[in-house]
Every structure is written in structure tokens, then in C-alpha cells.
């Protein structure tokens, strides 16, 4: 008789997720990461970064997030935000950052920011937990700005034909030429460069 009574009782216990049968790894904390390594967003949207909470829910779970500047700045084309998310005991799946991007009706090259993770507590801080937010410009392509004859500005993604008089007055400054060739053609020599 105890024999069978014995049986039963650990048939009862893993069907109940208890003894060494079941459980399903429903004891451990899980990892929190980023949905995603990279997203892109056009200006004057609204970026949703979702990070998760997965392998795992128990016990309180807690993770800061922040912005760092790329090649734009908080304050000029998004807002400077940070934060923690707070994950409760037994919860896992999604939790999102939203993150308002600035439309400055500008036409300029895409610049991108970092969303961050850190300090994690309660869990294990995922392989993803950095991303790279590309804000695409929707403002139609790049102007050439005419001022006098010294002084043209040129800031394209896309070819671009200006004719300038004197070679000389012809200066690339200030910006990382993203382009396997630039050409040049003085008119009135037939040299191209």
C-alpha cells in the first residue's frame, strides 16, 4: 500500500510543476534585452524600442535605459531620455521605450542615436543591449545653397551637377565624403578630376 501511495504522490507533484519532474524553468529570472539591434524611423514619428523579458519571470526584475548621441544630438532631433523598467515577479514578454522624434523640416544626410541597457537587477542582461536608431530624413533631397560665386555649400546623398566658374572657388570642407568617385569637370579646360 505505500508502495502505491507513493507513486500517486509523485505523479501529483509533477503534474502540480513541483519535485524534480516539471517546472519548466518557471524558477529562474530570465534575460532581458532589446527586441532589436537597429531601427529606423523618419522624422517628426514616434520610435517604439521593445525590450523583453524571456527564458524565465521569476522574481522582480528591473533594467535602466538612456540615449547617447550619434551623429545627431538630444535636444536638436530627439529628446534625452532614460529611465528603468520595471518587470514584476512572475512577468515576462514586452515592455516599450517610445521615444517622439523631432521633424525639423531640414533636408539632411540620416543621423542616428543609441538606445542603451544597463544595470540590470533580478535577471541577465541579454547579448542585445544596445541599438542603433536611424532617423531617416523625409524632407525631399539635399539643397545646394547658392551664395556668392566663393561660397556654394553642397550636402547630398544623391548626385548633384553645379557649375561653378573658377575651379579655385570650388572647396569640400567640414563633412566625410560618402562617395567612391567625386568628379570634377572645369568647362572651359575639358579637365576632369
Given at each position: 500500500m505505500s508502495r502505491i501511495?507513493?507513486?500517486?504522490?509523485?505523479?501529483v507533484l509533477a503534474a502540480c510543476g513541483g519535485?524534480?519532474?516539471?517546472?519548466g524553468g518557471s524558477n529562474l529570472p530570465?534575460?532581458?534585452?532589446?527586441?532589436?539591434?537597429?531601427?529606423?524611423?523618419?522624422?517628426?514619428?514616434?520610435?517604439?524600442?521593445?525590450?523583453?523579458?524571456s527564458g524565465g519571470s521569476s522574481g522582480v526584475a528591473s533594467v535602466d535605459y538612456a540615449t547617447v548621441d550619434g551623429t545627431t544630438a538630444a535636444g536638436t532631433d530627439y529628446p534625452a531620455t532614460s529611465g528603468t523598467l520595471i518587470f514584476a515577479d512572475g512577468v515576462s514578454g514586452n515592455q516599450t521605450i517610445s521615444i517622439p522624434i523631432t521633424d525639423d523640416n531640414t533636408a539632411e544626410i540620416a543621423e542616428a542615436f543609441t538606445v542603451t541597457l544597463s544595470n540590470v537587477s533580478g535577471a541577465t542582461l541579454g547579448a542585445n543591449s544596445s541599438a542603433t536608431v536611424n532617423i531617416i530624413n523625409d524632407s525631399g533631397g539635399l539643397?545646394?545653397?547658392?551664395?556668392?560665386?566663393?561660397?556654394?555649400?553642397?550636402?547630398?546623398?544623391?548626385?548633384?551637377?553645379?557649375t561653378v566658374e573658377d575651379i579655385d572657388d570650388l572647396k569640400i570642407i567640414g563633412l566625410p565624403v560618402i562617395a567612391s568617385?567625386?568628379?570634377?569637370?572645369?568647362?572651359?579646360?575639358?579637365v576632369m578630376g
Open positions: 501511495l507513493m507513486t500517486l504522490l509523485l505523479l519535485g524534480s519532474s516539471g517546472g530570465g534575460t532581458i534585452q532589446l527586441g532589436s539591434t537597429t531601427y529606423d524611423i523618419t522624422e517628426g514619428a514616434v520610435i517604439n524600442i521593445m525590450v523583453t523579458r539643397p545646394i545653397t547658392d551664395g556668392s560665386a566663393r561660397d556654394i555649400i553642397v550636402a547630398v546623398l544623391e548626385e548633384v551637377t553645379k568617385a567625386i568628379r570634377f569637370m572645369a568647362e572651359s579646360a575639358g
